[in-house]
Nanobody, 124 residues
Framework: QVELVESGGGSVQAGGSLRLSCAAS????????MGWFRQAPGKQREGIAK????????YYPDSVKGRFTISRDSAKNTVYLQMNSLKPEDTAEYFC?????????????????WGRGTQVTVSS
């Protein structure tokens, strides 16, 4: 069982930045794919960033592309999400996730491990 622990959430004004961290209890290189999801009250869960923990390739949907950056520090078994130019619509609970498969990772279907989440609130 792999444990994922998020940190770094909080409240920020629109236009501000936050960096989320996800510490894994296992060597991230072995996990394959890691990423971030978010869910706002009354809305569906949305996959917003993924990284191949071996090659470092990344992918973002249009909703966050150009504003969010996912990265990894293999030595610390940690994945980060740098969020810039935050908007009120980015307000949500943010979850770290890990799984083996890359192609459909952001659908959530191939996620094996989930973190407990960290709240991000963006005020206008």
């Amino acid at each position: 069982q792999v444990e994922l622990v998020e940190s770094g959430g909080g409240s920020v004004q629109a236009g501000g930045s936050l960096r989320l961290s996800c510490a894994a209890s296992e060597y991230t290189y072995s996990l394959g794919s890691m990423g971030w999801f978010r869910q706002a009250p009354g809305k569906q869960r949305e996959g917003i960033a993924k990284i191949n923990t071996r090659e470092g390739s990344t992918y973002y949907p249009d909703s966050v592309k150009g504003r969010f950056t996912i990265s990894r520090d293999s030595a610390k078994n940690t994945v980060y999400l740098q969020m810039n130019s935050l908007k009120p619509e980015d307000t949500a609970e943010y979850f770290c996730a890990a799984g083996r498969h890359w192609a459909d990772f952001l659908s959530g279907d191939s996620v094996t491990y989930w973190g407990r989440g960290t709240q991000v609130t963006v005020s206008s």
